[in-house]
T-cell receptor, first 106, second 115 residues
Framework: LAKITQPISMDSYEGQEVNITCSHN???????ITWYQQFPSQGPRFIIQ???TKVTNEVASLFIPADRKSSTLSLPRVSLSDTAVYYC???????FGSGTQLTVLP | EAGVAQSPRYKIIEKRQSVAFWCNPI?????LYWYQQILGQGPKLLIQ????????DSQLPKDRFSAERLKGVDSTLKIQPAKLEDSAVYLC?????????????FGPGTRLTVT
């Protein structure tokens, strides 16, 4: 099984771009990488998923380099409402790590 | 589209008592998951159903936990008897298929406190 490692916490200011990196050595060649967001007292919510290179949707971008040993979630111009825990996940393993607590400051 | 429904939202019981949680997934979703989330940790998969069959229950403490999805729709998760360490949020999620790339939709969870 791939071991998932991501920073425990990060702080940012409103309007800045935030990049959260997750390392996932030994993922299988057909594994995707998925990111979820969780607010207090709510279940996690899907943000974005990718296999390689770059994926972008209306809320985030996901960068996965060629070696696929890591991935970076990019949140453009964060606001206070982006304060949450962000989880990197290999969907096939259904194993969430401890996540990254992002705190956006005014 | 209605989301995943769970009840109750909160439950307080004493150790050694029993408790049951209910989940109604999104209509048409064949796959249903139960997770346990202890404070400060990520969700931990307890059991995965595909329709009314169990796909993975390797992390379910079967001596005290049980789950069923009899008609392939609603599901219940039971704990009997409860221990202090069972205090956690129990999350139900559903997806269209067990294919890993399908997005999981989570309910709001049931917060269990065992005293």
């Amino acid at each position: 099984l791939a071991k998932i490692t991501q920073p425990i916490s990060m702080d940012s200011y409103e309007g800045q771009e935030v990049n959260i990196t997750c390392s996932h050595n030994n993922i299988a060649t057909n594994d995707y990488i998925t990111w979820y967001q969780q607010f207090p007292s709510q279940g996690p919510r899907f943000i974005i998923q990718g296999y390689k290179t770059k994926v972008t949707n209306e809320v985030a971008s996901l960068f996965i380099p060629a070696d696929r040993k890591s991935s970076t979630l990019s949140l453009p111009r964060v606001s206070l409402s982006d304060t949450a825990v962000y989880y990197c996940l290999v969907p096939r393993q259904l194993t969430f790590g401890s996540g990254t607590q992002l705190t956006v400051l005014p | 589209e209605a989301g995943v429904a769970q009840s109750p939202r909160y439950k307080i019981i004493e150790k050694r008592q029993s408790v049951a949680f209910w989940c109604n997934p999104i209509s048409g979703h064949a796959t249903l998951y139960w997770y346990q989330q202890i404070l400060g940790q990520g969700p931990k998969l307890l059991i995965q159903f595909q329709n009314n069959g169990v796909v993975d229950d390797s992390q379910l403490p079967k001596d005290r936990f049980s789950a069923e999805r009899l008609k392939g729709v609603d599901s219940t998760l039971k704990i009997q008897p409860a221990k202090l360490e069972d205090s956690a949020v129990y999350l139900c999620a559903s997806s269209l298929s067990q294919v890993p790339t399908y997005e999981q939709y989570f309910g709001p969870g049931t917060r269990l406190t065992v005293t």
